[in-house]
């Protein structure tokens, strides 16, 4: 029987090695790169959550703690009344 573990080319350990130094180099890139992309991608349409330009009783987005001053949303895109609301309503707590 021969014996392959000095044969030349990368040993099962080297290549899982490598590709884990390349994964994690790719995904700390891809962080930095696209955080800005990725926060924007995550806010949800204002159509999509039921957003009024009026209160609903108690419940508006000044309140919210989602909102923030002076006009926008963590969570929904676009401009946001502090005197608006939506079905994602979280009170300050």
Aim: glycine share 12%.
């Amino acid at each position: 029987m021969e014996d392959t573990s000095k044969k030349a080319g990368n040993t099962r350990r080297e290549v899982l090695k490598f590709g884990a130094y390349a994964l994690g180099a790719l995904g700390a890139a891809g962080l930095v790169a696209g955080s800005a992309e990725a926060q924007v991608a995550k806010k949800a349409a204002q159509s999509a959550v039921g957003y009024k330009g009026s209160p609903n009783g108690d419940k508006q987005c000044s309140k919210c703690q989602h909102f923030q001053a002076p006009s926008s949303c963590r969570v929904v895109d676009g401009t946001i009344s502090p005197n608006g609301y939506c079905k994602i309503f979280s009170k300050k707590g």
